[in-house]
């Protein structure tokens, strides 16, 4: 395996890991980099992965288990890069509710994989209007296992994205980045908008360039609260094939089906950690994602009119997957009324198991 540079970008759920990748590999394809993707779920059947491909770039899964506790699968998957796509530069992107990922993915990798791989500084990204709360010293409207897990992620990263920067005024934009540089001394703080390019280019920058990969450990990580934190939320990884009779706006569709489960999610009430879907027809695609509340609703695409269609729905909610399960068919029930037929492709509805960390070292390896 030649040798070629390793980004990881981290952070909890909903915090844009996959839109800053999707910019990044564009940036980086634009300046003649061979890229690679790696996405990593509990299940299979990912948006992300579906959206990714859309950069032209290789993509490749890590699925059924996270890269922590499946590091075999990690660096199977980027040999296949590697032997398959000759990448020189590889993003890839931790289940969001992982965390100890510096002694049990970064140090590892240098230990086992140094001459072979390049790894960078590791990122991870924070959503600013959780950000607030746990900064705070509150939950953030998570659980507190859950808001565990994001303070735990940001004490082992080498650099902190303050993500979506467009979506906050400069003064609060400032005054937050400098709580988050005085409560993690030891991470460089970036403060950067994926969906307007602000601050992209200098972490690209550093991340091509700078060495400096897990330079630190997290302080004692309690494994029970960990588990804990993943345990809470409801998994739903679901693909439907979607036909009518009649043309149907695919984007209205999506919108109205992420509003009806945003309202839904929003009366219990249950945080939610994400839910993403994509619904492509043709060679169309459309996307929508949903963060926290109904008014994080965002769909991204152009109009689509169809009678054919497939719909990769993700969802990581605070509830029992049973009762995730049932808001979900409800809702698609609804949505397609009589005149959408929904057939499932693949459903798969889980609460992560006890983190089971392939390797976990107690001490930073020397690059």
Not at 20 to 39: C, P, Q, S, W, Y
Not at 71 to 92: N, Y
Request: hydrophobic share 45%; with cysteine.
């Amino acid at each position: 395996m030649s040798t070629q540079r390793i980004i990881f970008v981290g952070g909890f759920l909903g915090a844009g890991k996959t839109t800053l990748m999707f910019e990044t590999a564009k940036r980086l394809t634009a300046k003649g980099k061979r890229v690679g993707l790696i996405t990593n779920d509990q299940a299979p059947e990912l948006v992300d992965t579906a959206f990714l491909r859309t950069t032209g770039s290789a993509v490749t899964e890590v699925s059924g288990s996270c890269f922590c506790c499946n590091f075999p699968g990690l660096v199977g998957a980027i040999e296949k890069l590697s032997a398959d796509a000759q990448t020189e530069v590889i993003l890839a992107e931790p289940v969001g509710s992982c965390t100890d990922l510096s002694a049990t993915i970064i140090q590892p990798l240098k230990d086992k994989k140094g001459g072979d791989v390049s790894l960078a500084p590791f990122s991870v990204l924070a959503d600013p209007k959780r950000l607030q709360g746990i900064l705070d010293g509150n939950s953030a409207g998570l659980h507190d296992s859950s808001a565990y897990i994001f303070r735990k992620q940001l004490e082992e990263a080498d650099f902190i994205l303050l993500t979506k920067a467009d979506t906050l005024d400069e003064a609060t934009l400032s005054a937050l980045g400098i709580r988050l540089a005085s409560a993690y001394p030891e991470a460089e703080v970036f403060v950067v908008s994926a969906k307007s390019g602000a601050g992209l280019d200098a972490w690209l920058d550093a991340v091509m360039t700078r060495t400096g990969a897990g330079t630190h450990l997290c302080a004692e990580v309690d494994y029970d609260v960990y588990a804990e934190g993943e345990a809470v939320l409801g998994w739903l990884n679901a693909t439907y094939k979607l036909t009518s009779a009649q043309a149907v706006d695919w984007k209205a569709f999506a919108e109205n089906l992420l509003d009806a489960l945003s309202r839904a999610f929003d009366a219990m009430p249950a945080a939610v950690g994400h839910v993403k879907l994509a619904i492509t027809s043709g060679t169309s695609l459309v996307t929508a994602n949903l963060v926290g509340t109904r008014e994080t609703l965002e769909v991204h695409g152009d109009a689509v009119n169809g009678t054919d269609a497939t719909l990769t729905l993700n969802a990581r909610a605070q509830m029992t997957p049973e009762q995730l399960e049932a808001i979900v068919r409800e809702q698609m029930a609804k949505a397609c009324g009589e005149a959408i037929t929904a057939q499932t492709v693949a459903w798969r509805c889980l609460s992560p198991g006890y983190p089971n960390p392939t390797y976990r070292y107690g001490k930073v390896v020397s690059e």
